[in-house]
């Protein structure tokens, strides 16, 4: 793929929104035309290609999140023009943001026509740092007006993480997208790498960074998310748009996950928590019955991605409570057999309710394997009580 066509494929899809957008593209963009040198110039990953699809985005996120300042718009383009520029290995390669912003203040010193923001300096400066570094050197550097950079900074960061699509399956991770318009991107996101990368270079990055991946094997652990918590006799408030919202994650990382585990109340009718019984909740998940099924969306999209999908059950002891999944045996022993047989270092963890059933689960599963990190999943955890 020659770099016209690159142009003309992201200018394509630049069509489709704000003709600000387009025009602002089609501007910007022409700086790769022998304006700006990469230290890999022949790179799929890291050099043009990716940094045509990034300005695509962080014009597209800027126009929504900083429409009336024209001048956002400038820091955004020219932060994702020069942001990769002085790579010099396609690794993590921290410090290649520093390198690269030295080399855009030069290049302003060497074309007066070019404005020089010390905004689009930091941006570059700190792309490739934890949020903490960047805002920290927001805050001592800009004062009070430290909050506009601070959104550009944000801008910029899910900018660049809206087109590690290109890494293949592992590449993008949502939940740490920091802006509203960049979650809603992310299908978009995909679409748009899938459509103008390099089709070669794109097995090969797949199969590189698959190799380094399998050593950190990841479970989603997702608690009781059934009928009854959702929509019927003990529902978790906005437990409904969570879990849709999760169903959509799951199908945005898709390939993450070697496993995916549901655990579900499989309660006998005569069950000790109920009221009826003498207990603290009214009757719910009662085996066989429409509230203790999983929600739907969650089990289509579980089953039309990879990995392996399982269910496991608690509460099917009339005489006991078991709020944590690992209270019950044979589902701890079936979860124990997962963790081994597939090697897993990593479990995600979320459903419902987040103050109750998942938040025991955590307790008991980190006490279980301090050795695996443990993530709460906090938007896909409303809580029972607003607590």
């Not at 290609?49 to 929504?64: D, F, K, P, T, Y």
């Not at 909740?281 to 999908?309: F, K, Q, R, Y």
């Not at 897993?344 to 059933?357: F, P, R, Y």
């Amino acid at each position: 793929m020659n770099m016209d066509n690159t142009t003309d494929k992201i200018a394509a899809y630049a069509a489709g929104f704000d003709p600000e957008v387009l025009r602002l593209y089609r501007y910007w963009s022409g700086f790769f035309n022998g304006m700006v040198e990469f230290n890999r110039p022949f790179s799929k990953i890291h050099a043009a290609e990716h940094c045509r699809r990034v300005l695509l985005h962080a014009l597209a996120i800027g126009m929504s999140e900083m429409g009336d300042d024209p001048e956002a718009l400038e820091i955004l383009a020219q932060a994702s023009i020069f942001h990769d520029t002085r790579r010099i290995d396609e690794g993590f390669d921290t410090g290649h943001g520093a390198r690269a912003a030295a080399y855009y203040g030069q290049y302003c010193r060497e074309h007066p026509d070019m404005t020089y923001h010390p905004e689009t300096a930091l941006l570059i400066r700190y792309h490739d740092l934890d949020d903490k570094m960047g805002i920290e050197a927001i805050r001592k550097q800009f004062g009070s007006g430290a909050a506009r950079v601070e959104k550009l900074y944000a801008i910029f960061k899910d900018a660049d993480a809206l087109d590690r699509p290109r890494l293949g399956p592992y590449g993008l991770d949502p939940i740490y997208l920091r802006t509203s318009k960049a979650r809603d991107s992310v299908d978009f996101a995909k679409e748009l790498v899938a459509n103008t990368i390099d089709p070669e270079a794109y097995v090969q990055v797949c199969h590189d960074v698959a190799e380094v991946m399998q050593r950190f094997r990841k479970m989603l652990l997702v608690v009781d998310a059934q009928h009854d918590f959702i929509d019927g006799a003990l529902p978790v408030p906005a437990a409904a748009n969570a879990m849709d919202a999760l169903a959509r994650y799951i199908r945005q990382t898709d390939g993450q996950y070697t496993v995916k585990v549901f655990t579900a109340d499989n309660h006998p009718a005569d069950h000790m928590s109920f009221v009826d019984n003498g207990g603290s909740w009214p009757t719910h998940c009662v085996a066989g019955t429409w509230g203790a099924s999983i929600w739907e969306s969650l089990l289509m999209a579980a089953n039309d991605t990879n990995g392996e999908t399982v269910v496991v059950y608690k509460g099917d002891n009339s005489s006991t409570e078991e709020y944590s999944i690992f209270a019950n045996k044979k589902s701890a022993a079936i979860i124990d057999d997962i963790i081994r047989k597939n090697n897993i270092v990593n479990i995600d963890i979320c459903g419902l309710a987040g103050d109750i059933c998942v938040a025991q689960t955590l307790t008991d599963g980190k006490a279980l394997y301090p050795e695996i990190r443990w993530r709460l999943l906090e938007p896909f955890s409303p809580k029972l009580k607003n607590t």
